[in-house]
């Protein structure tokens, strides 16, 4: 007699919101970064108005550009976020044996900042510059760096913790810091006259893009025996 074979558990399909999210986000992506390196006209007459704008604002309040340069330099600069994402995989293989996710997460983010700083040696978009400015940065300009850090390392937190059934509050109250962060972060890049505008709109995109792949990633390819 034949034993019956054994089916391994069928791999749950992907999220197909996440999937085609991935694509759009993937297409305007390049359409924008096609615009910069090409210097479309409207686009950078658009970001140098709002530059010049805000700029003036930082000059006239400084006690407002003083709490978006603590705010960006300590709260979500890049290396805070990364010291985030390396504390939360920590933990996933401590506390929950899942290796796997915290490997994709380490990953994730280490591909955010490749990406970045591939693009910024392709493109190497010359930053604003200001006869009073109010902070530096180094680096070319486009794609924000904190732009694009915060919106992986925000958006990925935000989908583990839904993942892994948190309490509808907690969920909330993250979900509300993530946006927080993610627009608050692109704000003060401006605001302190270290980025055009489309740099930022740029790091959103791609970071944006980077989650919903990771997502669509994490669906298809995690192992069906590890816990979850």
Do not use: E
């Not at 003083?66 to 709260?75: K, S």
């Not at 290796?99 to 604003?128: E, H, N, Y």
């Not at 510059?129 to 694009?148: C, I, K, N, R």
């Not at 990925?156 to 627009?183: D, F, K, M, Q």
């Amino acid at each position: 007699m034949h034993s019956p074979t054994v089916d391994s558990p069928p791999r749950p399909p992907v999220p197909r919101t996440a999937a085609r999210s991935a694509i759009v986000l993937a297409v305007c992506s390049v359409l924008l970064l096609i615009l910069v390196a090409a210097k479309w006209h409207p686009l950078i007459s658009t970001d140098g108005d709002i530059s010049r704008t805000t700029h003036r604002w930082a000059v006239d309040d400084p006690d407002t550009t003083r709490a978006f340069r603590i705010l960006t330099d300590w709260v979500w600069d890049p290396v805070t976020m990364r010291v985030l994402v390396a504390v939360v995989a920590v933990w996933l293989m401590w506390r929950r044996r899942d290796w796997w996710t915290a490997v994709w997460l380490l990953a994730t983010a280490a591909l955010g900042t490749l990406i970045q700083q591939g693009l910024k040696a392709a493109v190497d978009r010359p930053r604003p510059v200001w006869p009073d400015p109010v902070d530096t940065a180094h680096y070319a300009a486009y794609p924000s760096g904190h732009a694009l850090t915060a919106t992986v390392v925000c958006g990925l937190l935000v989908w583990l913790l839904h993942r892994h059934g948190a309490a509808r509050a907690l969920w909330r109250t993250a979900l509300a810091v993530a946006i927080v962060s993610v627009i608050g972060v692109g704000l003060t890049r401006v605001w302190l006259g270290v980025h055009w505008p489309s740099d930022v709109v740029g790091g959103w995109l791609l970071g944006a893009m980077l989650v919903a792949a990771a997502v669509v990633a994490h669906t298809r390819w995690r192992p069906p025996n590890t816990d979850a």
